[in-house]
């Protein structure tokens, strides 16, 4: 088949790689236009684009596919099908209109439940035993169109939503091109999702990184491993943010009061009280540090009494 793809991030990488080696013929690839990036704000392109010019397939990168131009220049590529993986863009009705099988999505969730941008987040903090791939055949609506194939993919207990990311992303490569032969010849039948067993997985912002050690410990740990690599579980220390890279809660233990810091251990962490339960503090980072992990840290500082979540400009603890 002539295929178009539309994909932006790293986990659009492996499928848009997958079909570079297949049979199929990747005729453009479609990604969001270059942006600024790093302390320099030089503009970056993204990981989708970087794969697509060393293929020396043609990239577009239009700001939108809503007009009659940029939709004129997308049908001169004759596409059979067009792929689409976290791209970013809306796809217009014109367009999905556009290739000879139309248009299909590879989204990170098992459809209907996680159906928006952060799939993979909200299934770590929510604690959902799995997740996996849907394809899907792409309508008008929000991730809402018939489901082609769904591939499960367990959540691991311990597992970060990075470390999930990538998993799911080389899975996506497998569904999509398990399911091409039957969309080319025609013996695949979409099916509709249940919308009354829709889940939405917002966007995620900095504010949701903020930890309220009144919770369980359970929970703040699915924050601390839903927000890896970002935007990363903190809390308030030294008129600045201390950031948790890693935990490990201990369910049942009740010592001090929510925030407080009532054990230190090299092997251990750094043991913190919650509403419900320790969580040891495995990898942090002080405001303007380096992530550390907990032996590495406690060389140099003692939190040992600090409550977390407060001020705690004025409490003593260095070494």
């Known amino acids: 088949m002539r295929i ?13 790689e997958a079909l570079i080696a297949s049979a199929h013929d990747v005729v453009a690839v479609y990604t969001q236009p270059d942006r600024p990036a790093g302390r320099g ?7 989708v684009k970087a794969v697509a010019s060393a293929a020396g ?33 809306l796809l217009p009705a014109a367009v999905l209109d556009i290739p000879k099988y139309g248009c299909i999505n590879i989204h990170a969730s098992l459809l209907p439940r996680w159906r928006g941008a952060a799939p993979i987040h909200r ?10 791939i ?11 169109g018939g489901m082609l194939s769904r591939k499960v993919v367990p959540i691991g207990a311990r597992e970060t939503t990075a470390q999930l990311h990538d998993r799911l992303a080389a899975a996506g490569a497998e569904a999509l091109m398990a399911v091409l032969p039957a969309i080319e010849t025609g013996e695949l039948e979409a099916e509709a999702q249940d919308d009354a ?26 924050k601390v491993r839903a927000f890896d690599p970002w935007p990363v579980a903190q809390t308030p220390l030294d008129k600045g943010m201390l950031r948790i890279h890693a935990a490990e809660p201990e369910p049942g233990a009740g010592q001090g009061e929510p925030g407080e810091v009532v054990a230190e251990d090299p092997k251990r ?10 969580l040891w503090l495995k990898k942090l980072q002080l405001p303007g540090g380096k992530p550390l992990d907990a032996a590495t840290f406690l060389n140099g500082r003692s939190l040992l009494g600090h409550r977390l979540g407060e001020d705690s400009a004025d409490a003593t603890g260095s070494r």
Do not use: N
């Not at 704000?41 to 990981?47: F, I, T």
């Open 4 to 16: 178009i793809y539309a994909g932006t991030p790293a986990f659009a990488v492996p499928a848009l």
């Open 41 to 47: 704000r030089k503009l970056k392109a993204s990981p």
């Open 57 to 89: 397939i043609p990239v577009m990168q239009p700001e939108t596919l809503k007009d009659a131009a940029a939709q004129a220049e997308l049908a001169a590529f004759e596409p059979d099908l067009m792929v689409v993986a976290a791209y970013g863009l």
């Open 123 to 132: 299934a770590v903090l929510a604690g959902d035993a799995e997740t996996g």
């Open 134 to 144: 849907t394809i899907m055949q792409m309508d008008e609506g929000l991730d809402t």
């Open 197 to 222: 067993l829709s889940t939405y997985a917002s966007k995620l912002h900095k504010s949701e990184a903020l930890i309220d050690w009144r919770q369980p410990a359970i929970e703040i740990d699915r």
């Open 269 to 278: 962490g750094i043991a913190v009280q919650t509403g419900d339960g320790l």
